[in-house]
């Protein structure tokens, strides 16, 4: 007879009753809370799910669709910088060439004209002043299209040209990446916090499932401790009952079914493979999975 049967036999009858009541609450307890554990588990799992789905099939596509955009981008960007530079080359080949001329500036002609069209318009001339300044902007026109005209068939005014469109191509793609390479990141990042969320909700369930495990095996010892108690009351009714010949009936033992146990076992499975594999690669383990191992070893001997 164990030590615990020595004990609950020397337990009066209602004394084994109280031990009875107390092992069943702790055990109900017990098995309440591992729902309750098992519960948080599944809606830790259904998170899990959901945020790598939608770091799979949100976050990443829209994040990859724009750094294919902004790759694309990077390389028209490429081809007009090597543009640019071929025209920039070229009009500095340009330089003290006959083919290359000093040109007033059309702009600064143009104002010229506004001023004396301004003088005319708020000031009090006599006609002779009046006409001066108007032949002055005629002269003015005349020379400003003499430019624009010379300015067209002149190599290095058509080059410069050239690379002011260039540059102001440049200057709206170097925008237009900062606005791609934004949206690129910001999906990115999404993307990074979701699969980060789901690993710390993996730590999460880990935890918790040893919380599990440890909570069961309670639950089993308080069960078991409950049995030997009902078996140690019965063997105490029989005593009391006058003996009777015939057959003997048997004593059915009151049946525990716990319909987590096969999750639990599965649990307990999963953990011990995660922690053989850490073992084999060198990596520490933790003190539960240590023991799920001597436990194991203890089982193969």
């Known amino acids: 007879m164990s030590k615990e049967k020595t004990q609950y036999s020397s337990l009066s009858f209602n004394d084994l009753q109280g031990k009875i009541e107390d092992f069943k609450e702790k055990r109900d307890s017990l098995n309440k809370k591992t729902r309750e554990y098992i519960d948080r588990l599944s809606l830790i799992e259904n998170g899990i799910i959901e945020l ?23 390389e028209k960007k490429i081809e007009y910088k090597d543009l640019l530079d ?20 059309t702009k600064k002609l143009e104002r010229r004209i506004d001023f004396l069209e301004r003088v005319i318009e708020t000031e009090n001339l006599d006609i002779s002043k009046e006409n ?77 499932e040893e919380e599990l495990i440890r909570n069961k095996k309670a639950a089993d010892r308080y069960h078991s401790q409950y049995l030997e108690v009902i078996n140690q009351k019965k063997r105490r009714t029989q005593h009391r ?41 060198g ?5 539960y999975e240590a023991r799920l191992i001597l436990e194991q070893s203890a089982k193969e001997l």
């Open 283 to 287: 990596k520490k383990l933790n003190l």
């Open 132 to 208: 001066e300044i108007v032949d002055e902007i005629r002269d003015l026109e005349r020379k400003k299209q003499e430019v624009l005209v010379a300015q067209k068939t002149d190599n290095a005014y058509k080059i410069g040209r050239k690379i002011e469109i260039v540059k102001i191509n440049l200057n709206k793609i170097y925008e237009q990446l900062n606005k791609w390479s934004s949206k690129s990141q910001k999906y990115h990042m999404k993307m990074l916090e979701s699969y980060q969320k789901a690993n710390d909700l993996k730590e999460n369930k880990k935890l918790m």
């Open 241 to 281: 009952k006058p003996y009777k010949s015939g057959p003997r009936k048997r004593v059915q033992r009151p049946k525990y079914i716990n319909k987590n146990q096969e999750l639990l076992e599965k649990l307990k499975r999963d953990k011990l493979a995660v922690a053989l594999e850490k073992q084999k690669a």
């Open 86 to 105: 071929n025209f920039i080359n070229e009009k500095r080949k340009l330089r003290g060439t006959k083919s290359s001329k000093s040109y007033v500036s």
């Open 52 to 74: 790598l789905k939608t770091a799979r099939d949100v976050y990443k596509p829209k994040r990859d669709h724009w750094n294919k955009k902004v790759k694309q981008l990077k």
